[in-house]
């Protein structure tokens, strides 16, 4: 029995291998992918074009302007009139734009209300409103407002705020996910494509042991991803701390790949070919993608949307995950995630075994 379990997880395996176009995408997925995802979104203010009318006489408004450097605003442009400055925002070349006013350095010396009028392109709303929040931040630098509070701030776990550390870890954790239904449900839909789904109802072994060999088999190359990514992509590209413990990772991530070929096991049981595979993996996926907080915080999701979210075992993945990397959690405080996976994970993979179960 042990003979032939093995035997046709190495033949399950061997055949991914010689399909290169599963082994491209899952390459392409698990380096490319998240690289492109740690790299080009970009949440915080980078790169800001800044347009500026100067109807002053004085040099405070080429102070404020001289604090807009890189890498989060380029070098202001000057306009000459505020119908320019406004084309140039509505044509796409600026996206902030400053109106310093006759009297505003007049105003501001003398401790009247000295106005500086700004004009900000909000259709990229993140990006505009970090602007906004930087250029707020230069302004009341020179306000002459005694205050008598000094605000300290820590920023804890990601003290740079590197966009790309999340990022890319979201990344890896959906398209863990999106892979894990889609080679499962591959193993047993081309089957159904290739004529050999009858065969292989003929072969004088347990149904049971077939199912769990064939969806093992893309659990462990789902595996080899998750190591290949961590390595080249979290670590040796984006250099992200683990403060945790990194077999505590690799196992929560075996525990939720066995959740993916569950719902892949659901999904191979309903489609006759690899295109409802596609179909019918997004049109499960992206509900429990957007419930999970990888993309939106679940606090600031809709009360009904977050209690729903207590139903996507990538939930617990994903807060799991950026327990272990980022806040150091102990093995003893990962329970909720581990419970949470398993839970549901269990259930699914139940479900879609029973499922695929009945075709034989």
Do not use: C
């Not at 997925?29 to 949440?43: R, V």
């Not at 106005?115 to 707020?136: C, E, G, M, P, V």
């Not at 996507?312 to 093995?331: D, K």
């Amino acid at each position: 029995m042990n003979r032939t379990f093995l035997a046709l997880v190495t033949k399950e395996i061997i055949a991914f291998f010689r399909s290169w176009g599963l082994v491209a995408v899952v390459l392409y997925s698990f380096t490319l992918d998240i690289y492109i995802a740690g790299k080009g979104i970009e949440i915080q203010a980078k790169n800001v074009s800044v347009g500026y009318v100067d109807r002053t006489a004085g040099a405070l408004s080429g102070k404020i302007l001289a604090r807009l450097h890189a890498p989060e605003f380029k070098t202001p442009v000057r306009f000459p009139s505020r119908k320019a400055l406004y084309n140039a925002i509505r044509n796409r070349k600026i996206m902030v734009g400053l109106i310093f006013d006759t009297d505003f350095s007049r105003e501001f010396y003398r401790g009247g209300p000295a106005r500086i009028d700004l004009l900000l392109d909000a259709i990229t709303a993140s990006q505009s409103f970090q602007a906004l929040n930087y250029l707020q931040n230069i302004v009341l630098d020179f306000s002459r407002t005694q205050v008598h509070v000094k605000l300290k701030i820590h920023k804890l776990f990601n003290q740079n705020a590197r966009t790309s550390w999340f990022m890319s870890l979201a990344e890896l954790l959906s398209i863990t996910t999106l892979l894990g239904v889609i080679l499962t449900a591959a193993v047993f839909v081309r089957e159904k494509e290739n004529g050999t789904w009858d065969i292989m109802l003929l072969m004088p072994i347990d149904p049971r042991i077939t199912i769990l060999a064939k969806s093992l088999s893309q659990v462990l190359i789902l595996m080899g991803g998750i190591f290949l990514a961590t390595g080249l992509i979290l670590f040796g590209t984006f250099d992200l701390p683990i403060n945790g413990s990194l077999a505590a990772f690799f196992l929560l991530s075996f525990f939720y790949a066995f959740t993916s070929a569950g719902i892949g096991l659901f999904v191979a049981a309903v489609s006759r070919s690899m295109l409802q595979v596609a179909q019918m993996a997004i049109l499960i996926m992206m509900p429990m993608i957007f419930l999970s907080g990888a993309w939106t915080p679940i606090h600031a999701m809709h009360p009904l949307l977050q209690k729903l979210s207590l139903l996507s075992p990538l939930r617990y993945y994903i807060e799991g995950s950026e327990s272990i990397f980022f806040r150091g959690t102990p093995w003893g405080d990962l329970w909720p995630y581990f419970a949470g996976v398993i839970l549901l994970g269990g259930m699914l993979y139940y479900y879609g075994f029973r499922k695929i179960g009945k075709l034989f």
